[in-house]
């Protein structure tokens, strides 16, 4: 596709359940980067991968949270056990390289996710 | 860590009228700084960036910002806004490694008639 997309647009849970957030890069970019953003907050950053590799996964929340990266391509950023706290957009980016003076982050239009 | 201070939650401004949006990081070494903008209902995209050189950069739709590293600071700043310029603006910073960045919680610019 034409930019970066993410699945579902919005979703909706119940405490305790697990979701799957999913993320798919504009084609041929090879660093994809996953952020949260909580209701009057910024965007916290949570993770990036360099192709499959995510080399820093420090910025996950909690070891309830974790992504992979498998080709390349797709990412999936998986929530087990959500609490209501774990409410947010989270969005994903990817761009050509590491961002430089020549490679921008494209933004994905984010998910949604609601806990109840 | 890196933090990034974006003091002004909401800038109301009339159209034509001239803005300036804060940005404060807290750490001065090595870093590169970023301006995004969220229209409604649409996705990040980026405004301007400053990784090097000119400390004056200049970005699309008549913004620009500039660094000043002794203030630890990058303002965005416009000379006359448009009602299509109402949206929310982010400041983010990266180290020299661009593996981590850093947003404020944005400012949302709303462009009245």
């Known amino acids: 596709g034409a930019g970066v997309s993410q699945s579902p647009s919005n979703k909706v849970t119940e405490k305790g359940k697990d979701v799957e957030l999913r993320c798919d890069p504009i084609?041929?970019?090879?660093?994809l980067y996953w952020y949260r953003q909580s209701l009057g907050q910024g965007l916290e950053f949570l993770i990036y991968?360099?192709?499959?590799?995510?080399?820093?996964k420090s910025g996950l929340p909690s070891d309830r949270f974790s992504a992979e990266r498998t080709g390349g391509s797709v990412s999936t950023l998986t929530i087990q056990r959500t609490q209501q706290e774990d409410s947010a957009v989270y969005l994903c980016?990817?761009?050509?390289?590491?961002?430089?003076?020549?490679?921008?982050?494209?933004f994905g239009p984010g998910t949604r996710l609601t806990v109840l | 860590a890196q933090s990034v201070t974006q003091l002004d939650s909401q800038v109301p401004v009339f159209e034509e009228a001239p803005v300036e949006l804060r940005c404060n990081y807290s750490?001065?070494?090595?870093?590169?700084l970023f301006w995004y903008v969220q229209y409604p209902n649409q996705g990040l995209q980026l405004l301007l960036k400053y990784l090097s050189g000119s400390t004056l950069v200049k970005g699309i739709n008549g913004f620009e910002a500039e660094f000043n590293k002794s203030q630890t600071s990058f303002h965005l700043r416009k000379p006359s806004v448009h009602i299509s310029d109402t949206a929310e603006y982010f400041c983010a910073v990266s180290k020299y490694n661009f593996n981590k960045f850093y947003f404020g919680s944005g400012t949302k610019l709303n462009v009245k008639p």
């Open positions: 980016a990817s761009s050509l390289g590491l961002v430089s003076s020549y490679n921008e982050q494209f």
């Open positions: 750490s001065p070494v090595s870093v590169y």
């Open positions: 084609s041929g970019h090879t660093a």
């Open positions: 991968f360099q192709g499959n590799s995510a080399p820093d």
